[in-house]
């Protein structure tokens, strides 16, 4: 996990490029295996396939899951796409099992090659008032398809804020922190590089705050 230091100034700067993180990507393929998608009671939303759970993920990481479609049924059914970024809540239900906390459609993907991927993290400590605040992201490498993810806070109800980096340019993402700090007052930031490619060598992510007070 990376942590963006900042310092007081009027305007408070922190830069962080990606090749200064910790990595822990992990793209996790699981072949001629589907994904089953359910939603229990209470609204306990959980992912199923071989080996997927026992802790082979991390309680509140942030996941990204490709190839969950299951085809639409004419008369019947519409198509359902499950694909997207998941939180995890339990990564342990059992040994085939997750429970997330974004909702799902209750689904069996028919496409069995699936992929999970884990996210990089970073970790951003604001050191000031911290209603007004922007994130910004530069790619730096020309690269499309990376993505980001703020995990939600412990003080609101709150979905992650999810979106796609646009390659070239600085992304500038104003968030209401209320929403996003955690217990320990930190934002936890969660960058996922386009398929098969690397933050630092092929994308050139530089990660900052601007803290406006």
Do not use: C
């Not at 082979?56 to 085809?71: C, E, M, N, P, Y």
């Not at 969660?190 to 933050?199: R, V």
């Amino acid at each position: 996990m990376a942590k963006i230091e900042i310092v007081n100034t009027d305007l408070e700067l922190g830069v962080l490029k990606a090749e200064e993180a910790e990595y822990t990507l992990a793209d996790f393929t699981f072949t001629g295996v589907a994904l089953v998608f359910s939603v229990e009671t209470g609204n306990v939303y959980t992912i199923t396939a071989a080996a997927i759970g026992g802790d082979l993920f991390t309680d509140g990481d942030t996941i990204k899951i490709s190839g969950s479609v299951q085809a639409a049924v004419e008369g019947v059914s519409p198509e359902i796409n499950n694909d997207g970024l998941y939180t995890v809540v339990d990564a342990n239900i059992s040994a085939n099992a997750i429970s997330v906390l974004e909702p799902v459609v209750a689904a069996t993907s028919d496409d069995e090659d699936n992929t999970v991927d884990e996210y990089d993290r970073f970790e951003i400590t604001p050191t000031r008032g911290t209603d007004q605040l922007v994130i910004y992201i530069r790619e730096t490498g020309n690269e499309a398809g990376a993505t980001f993810s703020i995990a939600p806070g412990v003080f609101w109800a709150a979905f992650p804020l999810s979106g796609t980096i646009t390659e070239n340019v600085m992304n500038l993402i104003q968030i209401e922190s209320g929403k996003y700090l955690d217990a320990d007052g930190k934002i936890q930031l969660s960058i996922f590089p386009a398929a098969g490619g690397n933050l630092n060598t092929d994308h050139g992510i530089i990660i900052g705050l601007i803290q406006l007070r």
